[in-house]
Nanobody
Framework: QVQLAESGGGLVQTGDSLRLSCAAS????????MSWFRQAPGKERDFVAA????????HYADSVKGRFTISRDNAKKTVYLQMNALKPEDTAVYYC??????????WGQGTQVTVSS
């Protein structure tokens, strides 16, 4: 089992950057595929970005491709989401997700990102 704790959210202006972090408690963090999702008010939780266990493969939602970068540091048991050129439509609660080898999902508590126009 793994516990996840997101941080780094905040209130920024259009065009600004933020870096979210997700610290994991798992002993075998490097065996978890990691992802970021987000949920805007009144909407479903949507996929943002994913990274493989080794970090060699990444995948992004079309809406963030070219602006967001997911990365991981297995030694620090942390996954990051670098968000550049933020837009008001990026406003949401951002959640970290870990998926183990049995495809069980674990979620963090979320961190709020608000982008003002």
């Amino acid at each position: 089992q793994v516990q996840l704790a997101e941080s780094g959210g905040g209130l920024v202006q259009t065009g600004d950057s933020l870096r979210l972090s997700c610290a994991a408690s798992a002993r075998s963090f490097s065996s978890y595929a990691m992802s970021w999702f987000r949920q805007a008010p009144g909407k479903e939780r949507d996929f943002v970005a994913a990274i493989s266990v080794s970090g060699s493969n990444t995948h992004y939602a079309d809406s963030v491709k070219g602006r967001f970068t997911i990365s991981r540091d297995n030694a620090k048991k942390t996954v990051y989401l670098q968000m550049n050129a933020l837009k008001p439509e990026d406003t949401a609660v951002y959640y970290c997700n870990a998926k183990d080898s049995l495809r069980r999902d674990y979620w963090g508590q979320g961190t709020q990102v608000t982008v003002s126009s």
